[in-house]
């Protein structure tokens, strides 16, 4: 950028010499009638025009370069923060939110750093070297020039003083009309489904004016400064012309000073209209620059609290101590206590909205607890480092996600396992039939969230993918909502045999996926109301006995 700036001056000094040199050709070489010295200033004339033009040209390429890189970089940056984020930060900001910051705030940024390097740095040179110039050639009539900069200072001030706000406000609108799009597009299936095609498009259609509105009132705003400053521009070259025009009729001053003088103030009016561009730019992306600035200098909310814990001896491999935690004011988890051995397995049963995701939210550390505390094999969560946490687990969600990648990819999550690993998986999650039959087997290329697979397939390989990595805490989130009885029977016998030493935790909505663990945990309104083996929960529990009639019964 250094660089780029000194060959940018470097041109818009030569462009501020062109005017000078024909003034002196008028005034001091032409009464000579020496041909030789004519071209001789012609010549410098024209390496000063072809100089600026190559060094414009040589800077202006280099500006690009670095608007795209510096972009680059702040991409990439703001990507790794938005992964770091935790999950009460990304409810903060919301997805639609972080999407527009990563791609329209950018890009705004964009535009402004490739502006200023071009029209930051030429057209302060031209305005005040100009003046500075005319100040020599006539010093009366830089003064009219000069008498005109306070007002046109003051236009931009106040129009860029109001258009910033109206930007921050157009941007949080772009917020709002992303999120429709994005539940649109993926629920796209449901909403022809329901015949509510024509209900989405005047829901977008009403957040889509709201954002022409918007971006109207902005522009209309931010496009005011043209008119004025072009209005109080010509009021000025008027005033040039007629005071012009009197003092060589009087003898003060030269033709060739006054021709060189307008053609500064035409190079000059310009480049005060260009600094209007810049505002404009600059108005945009200082709104861009404050939210993205806003995700990057978020601090960290959940740190590790003691690098170097004591380890305290516990027979348990998972404990829950008096957990309390709340999305909002109103706890959604109270009081909840409970503890899981190596190797066993712990079914989590309830009501829908009744915790159960949240305890998984709380145990992989994606929230801190409010109160209490969570430990595996006696050492409190908060203690480790969130990658070394994370990689205890292998975990399916229950809106878990598949990309636009291969199947061995899926599985391997970047995580380099061996071929033979992941077909092992494969075969423990009872994907390995239909992926057999796949062209290209693991090298099978999967459509975007996998639409080219069933809701049954999609599963299985997702199962496949925790499994993979051997983990030592396995979770399954509502992971058999799609497969039929006797393949998720089938799973669960293969984990009971190849992963026996791993913990294993399974939420389900059916009794039937937890009934055969070893333990079970019923929780209604984010309270434990019961927890036992199957049998147990039969004779004692009441929540447990509904859900078991309701559902087998029946």
Known sequence: ????????????????????????????????????????????????????RSFNIIANRMAARVARDSIKTLRHDLFEKIMKLSGSQMDYFTVSSIESRMTSDTYNIHNMIGMMQRIGVRAPIILIGGIVITATLEPVLTLVLVGVLPFLALVVYLVSKKGIPLYLKLQETVDRMVRVVRENISGVRVIKALSKTQYEKERFSKINSEVVTNELKAGTTMAFTNPVMNLLLNLGLTMVIIVGAFRVNNGFSQPGKIVAFLSYFAIMQHAVMAITRIFVVLSKATASAARISEVLITQEDMPEEDPNPIQEKSPMHVEFHQVQFSYTKEPCITSMSFSIEKGKSLGIIGSTGSGKTTLINLLMRFYDVDEGSITIDGRDIRSFEKQELRKKFGVVFQNDILFADTVYENISIGRDLSKESVLEATKHAQAFSFVDELDGKLDYKLAIKGSNLSGGQKQRLLIARAMAGKPEILIFDDSSSALDYK??????????????????????????????????????????VGYGTHDELLQNCEVYQEIYQSQLMA
């Open 487 to 528: 393949t998720d029977s089938l799973v669960r016998k293969a984990v009971k045999e190849y992963y026996n030493d791993i913990t294993m935790i399974v939420i389900a909505q059916r009794i039937s996926s937890v009934m055969k663990l070893d333990h079970i945990l019923v929780i209604e309104e984010g309270q434990m």
């Open 1 to 52: 950028m250094s660089f780029g700036f000194v060959i940018k001056v470097l041109g818009t000094f030569m462009d501020l010499g062109l005017p000078w040199v024909l003034a002196y050709i008028i005034d001091e070489v032409i009464p000579h009638k020496q041909i030789s010295l004519i071209l001789y200033w012609g010549i410098v004339m024209l390496g000063l025009s072809v100089g600026a």
